[in-house]
C-alpha cells in the first residue's frame, strides 16, 4: 500500500533537515569520537545529542523534543567541537567524522548560562502561580545552572493577553521561550496547522492566523502541543473549581467515569516510571475525594463496541446483500474528538463515512442522565457528570451543542489526567499508596476489549473481538485474542480478517475478508483521508483513527512529559491489564447485556441507541473567517 | 556615478570573453582553475571559492542549483548594486560559468526587494542571453543547457544569510539552517546548491577569462585578487573603490579623502569599528575582513548614537529563531540605551561585552554571530566617550 | 481603493499559480504580485493562495509578517521608505524625515485616510554614497534635502 511510503506534506523548513547522510558506505557503520577526553563508539550520522545521552552525558536542551522534527534554535545544548570558531547545537549536528567534543567546557558553560539568562529575561509570570510549576523544563534549567539572579533583568509587566477562547487549550504568549516546539507539533507532527512563528526578529511571536483567538481558527483541541510545550506557555483549561463547588454541594450527585488510558498514566503525576497500572488506587482516590459515583468509562467502550460493531455489520449487509450505493465504505470510528473536528475541518464532504457512533465518554454521559437516573430516582438535573479523559478535546466534545440528547449536557465537565492528579493532591492523598478498591454498579464490570481503548488499534481489536463471532459464532483466530497487526506504534497500520463457516444470517460474507487500518496522528488521519479520496481505500471496511500519537495513551490531556519510549509503556500497561482479565470481549460484559434487556431494548443500533448514542457532524470547512 | 579606480581588473577592455572559454575547458578544470586562484568568497565569510564548487561538483544528485546572492543588505554596502547595473555580463556570464562548473542547470538570483528598479533591466539582459545563445539549451553550441531566473527579496536582512536565502527561496521565513549538512550537499529543495555573491561571479569570471596566475598576483597570501569597496560617511569621495587586499585603512582614507577622521566602521553594521590609532591595519581576510563596506566618522559623531543605529538594525533584522540574537542583540540595545542615560555601570557593560562574546560564538547563523560586533567594538575603542553621559533626569541634571 | 473584491482575488491567485506553479518555493513570487496589485495581502487572499498551495494559512501569514515589503494591512499608492541606516543617518535623515511627515501628515508608519501615501523607515536601500536616500515604490530618490523632499511629494500630489 502506498500510504506509508506517502510524503508528509509538512514543511521541510519545519521539520528542518533530518540529518541525511549521502554517502552510502557509512550507513550503518560505526565511528569513533572522544567527549570530554574519553573514547566511545557511535552509529555513523548519530548527533552529539543522542550520542551524550546514549553514553550517559548529560546535555541540557530545550527546543529538542524526540518526537519532533530539529530546530537547533534554543541553543541551550551547545557543545564545543574541536577545530570549530563557534559552539555547536549538539541536537542538531551529526557526528559523520571522527570529531573531539566537550560538553561542559567553560565557553560552553559561560554560553549557556548567558542564553538561560536572557531566556529568564524575557519570560513573564511566577514560577509559584503557574502550573508548570515544578514540571517545567525552563525552571529545571535554571536550577541546573544555578541561576540566583536576573543577570540582564527581567520583565516586569505581560505583554500579552491571556487567550482563553478555546473550551481546551490556553495560550499564554508571556511565558512564551519560542522553542517552536508547538509550532512543530502542530504543522509538523498532525498537520493542524494553527500556530506558527510571525513577524521577525525581537519582536518574533508564535501566534495563529490573523492573530485571531485559537476558537476562531481551525484547532481540533488535540493538545499534543501543550504536551511538548516546555514551560507554562500551553496549558489545559481547568474545570477543576467547578468540580470542587459541584462536589461540595450536597444537593449535586457527582459522577465521574474515568478513561481506560488514565490508569496507566497518572502514577507519573506521583512519581513512578511510566507503564505502572493504577486502577484500583485511583477509584479509592477518586472515593475519597467525594464523588458519588466512580464509574469505568470502559463500560461505554462496551457499548460503544456494541453500536460501532454492529454499525458496521449494517452497512456491510446494505452494500453487499441489498447493493445500496450509498453506503459509505469504510467506515471510520468516531472516539477520538480531536479526529471528529479534523475531518470536520479538512474533510467535511466525507463526514457520510464516519460511524454516528458517539465516543464513549459521550454515550456514558447520556446514560447516565437517563437509565442511571431513572435507576436511582436522581433527577438528572441534579447530576453532574465529570469525564477524566486523557484528552483536551473532549473539553470541546462535551461542550457541543448537539451532546444532549437526554435535555441535559451527557457530560458537564472534562477533566485531564493532568488535573485530576492535582485534585487528588489538593485532597492530601498520595495515591501510589491507596489500597486499591472497585468501580461502582451497576456499571462496575468491563471488558479487557473497553480496556484497551486506549491505545491505537483498541477499538479496532476490540470491534474486531466482537463483530467476528456475532458473525461466526467463534472466537477470533488470535492466540489469547491478541489481535496483533492491530498493535504497535506504526502511524498506519492495516491486516484483515477472513469470516468463514458463519451463521446462517450471514451468509453473505462468507469467506468475506474484512479489511482494516488504523492510523494515529493526524497527520497519519491525512494520507489515510488522501488515500481514500484517491479510490486506495475502496475495499477497506473498518478504519480506526485517533487524533493523538500512540492514541490516548498520548493525548494531549496526560501527563508531561511524552516520548515514544513512555508511549510504549503505557500501551503496554493497558495490554497486560487487559490479559488478566476475565470477560475480554464487550459483548459478553453482563452490565452491557442488562442494558440492552432494561433500557436500549431494541438493540445496538436501535431507535432508543440512536437518539442517545448517536449524533451528527457539522461540515465546518478551513475557510476562517 | 561610482568611483571606480583605475586599474585593469574591472577594464571592460581587459574582461575577455570567459564563457566561451569555459565552455571549452571541463567542469573539473574550472573549478581547479578557480580553486587555484585563492578566490575566496567576497560577501564577507570568504570561505575559497573553489572548495565550494569542488564539493558541489562531486555531490552526486541529477539536479542542482547556482544562486547568486544579490540580497546587498549590508548597510554601507551598493558594490553589487554597481556590478549588477554596470558590469551585468559579468556577473550574469559567472553565473553560467558556476553552473557550468559544477554542472547545475538553474540558477537564481536573490535580487533584494530594495533593488527592484533592476529587475526589469536584469530580466532584459537575460533575455539578450538567451537570444545570443548565452543561456538556455545548447548554451555557444555545447550541450550544456543553463537559465538563470529572477527573484525578488522583500525586505529581510537575514536573507542575505545563504541557509535563509534558501530558505526564502522555498516560500518560506528568512530563517537560518542547521550545518551541517551545508548547502553544497542540501541546498534549495535538497538538492546541491552554491550561494555566491555578486562579486564572487564576477571575479570568478575575471579569473576563468584572465587565469588563475595573473589573478592571484594581487591580494596578500590569504586574500587574492582585488576587492570592491563600498565607502560612504564622513569623506570627499564616496563610491566604489577597486582595491588590492591588504590595502591598509589609512590607504584607503587617503584614497577616498576622509579627513578629521574619528573612526572607520569595516564591514558593515556587522563588522568592526577602528579607530584612529588602528589604522594602520589592512583589509583581508587576515586582518580585518569585510564583505565591501567601510563607513566613515569623522571627530563629531557620537559613537554612541552608531552604536545605537547598527543595534536598533539587528533588533530588528535577526530573524528570531534562536535566543542568542532574538534577546541578546534586545539587550545589547538596552545597554546602548543605559549608556544614554549615563545609567550603565561599567561592571554592567562588562557584563554585556561577554554577553556579546557569547552570541559570537553560540548564534545560529553569522547574522547573530557578528551582530555584537559594533557593540564590543565601539565599546572597548570609545570607552571614554561612551561612559561619559551623566545621569539625566526628565529635565536633564 | 477598497477592500477588494473576493472574486477578483480568487481569479488574480489562479492566475498566479499558473504562472509560477504551486509549488511552496512560489510563495513569494506570488505574494509580491498581490502585493503590488492590491496594495496588501488580505486574509481572503493568504488563506485563497494557502489553499492552492496546499500549505496552512497561518504559514502564509507567518511568511507575511516576516518580510517588511509584505503587508497585511492595506497600503498607499506611493508607499514612501526613508533609509535610517547609518550612512543615510550621517547625511541628514532627520531633516528629511521631518519634512516628510510634515508634508504628508503623517507619522512614520502611517498610511493616509485617502491611501495615496505610506510613510515607513526601511533599513538600507545601498545608496549609501548619496544620503539621505529613500525609495518610492521601486524608484530610487537620492541626495535628498528638505526642499527636494518638498517638490517630490508636491508631483506626486
Redesign the interface.
Known sequence: MAINAMQNRAPVAQKPHKVEIKADADVGAYIDVEINGKGYTVPFGMTILEACRNNNIHIPSLCYHEDLCLAGACRVCVVEVEGMRTLQASCAYPITNKIKIWTTSERVRKARRHILDLLLSEHYGECYSCVRNNNCELQRLAKEYGVDFYRFGHIKEPRYEVDRSSYAIVRDMDKCVLCKRCVRTCIDLQEVGVLEATRRGYSTLISTFMDKPILDVICINCGQCINRCPTGALRAKDPSDEIWKAIDDPTKHVVIQTAPSIRAAIGEEFGLPPGHSMTGQMVTALRMIGFDRVFDTNFAADLTIMEEGTELLLRLKRKYLFGDPEVKLPQFTSCSPGWIKFIEHYYPEHLDYLSTCKSPQQMFGAIIKTFYAQEMQIDPANIVTVAVMPCTAKKFECNRPEMNASGYKDIDYGLTTRELAQMIKEAGIYLPELPKSYFDEPFGNASGAGLIFGATGGVMEAALRTVYEIVTGREVPFENLDITPCRGMDGVRQGSVILTDVKDEWRFLEGFEVKFMIAHGTSNARKVMEALIHGELDDYHFVEIMACPGGCIGGGGQPIPTSPEIRRKRAEAIYNEDKELPIRKSHENPHIKYIYEKFLVDGPCGHISHKLLHTHYVKRGKFIV | M?IINDTVFFDERAHGEALEKALKMTPQEVVLEVRESGLRGRGGAGFPTGTKWMLALT??SDKKFVVCNAD???????K??VLLSEYTKLVLEGIVIGGYAIQAQKGFIYL??????LYEYLNDYLERMRKEKRLGKNILGTNFDFDIEI????????CGEETALI?????????A??R??FPV??G???YPTIVNNVETFACAYIVISKGAQWFSKYGTEKSKGMKLI?????CKK???YEVPFGIKVKELLELVGAEDTKAV?IGG?SGICVPMSEIDRNISFEDIPTGG?V?I?NQN?NMLE?LK??ME????????????C??????LL?GVELLEEGKCSHKYLN?LI??GK?M?????CGLG?SSPNPFISIVTNFKDEIMSNSIRGKNGY | MIVPDNNVIVNEVEKLIEKYGSGRENLLPVLQDIQRKFGFISDFAMQEIAHKMNIHPVEVYGVVTFYSFLSTEPKGKYIIRLCKTISCDLAGKDAVANTLQRELGLKFGETSSDRKFTLEYCHCIGMCDQGPAMLINEQVYTKLTPSKVIEIIENLK
Open positions: 561610482p555531490a552526486k546587498e543588505g549590508e548597510p554601507g554596502t551598493f553589487d548594486r533584494r526587494g530594495e533593488y527592484a528598479y527573484r525578488l527579496g522583500s525586505g529581510a536582512y537575514v530558505e526564502s527561496l522555498e516560500g518560506h521565513r528568512g530563517e539552517r542547521n551541517p549538512p550537499n542540501t534549495y529543495l535538497g563600498s565607502v560612504s560617511g564622513d564616496p563610491g566604489v566602521q553594521a563596506s563607513i566618522f559623531r552608531v543605529n547598527f538594525f539587528f533588533v530588528e533584522e535577526s530573524c528570531g529563531q534562536c535566543t542568542p532574538r534577546i541578546g542583540n534586545k539587550k538596552e557584563e561577554e554577553l557569547t559570537q560564538i553560540a548564534s545560529k554571530q
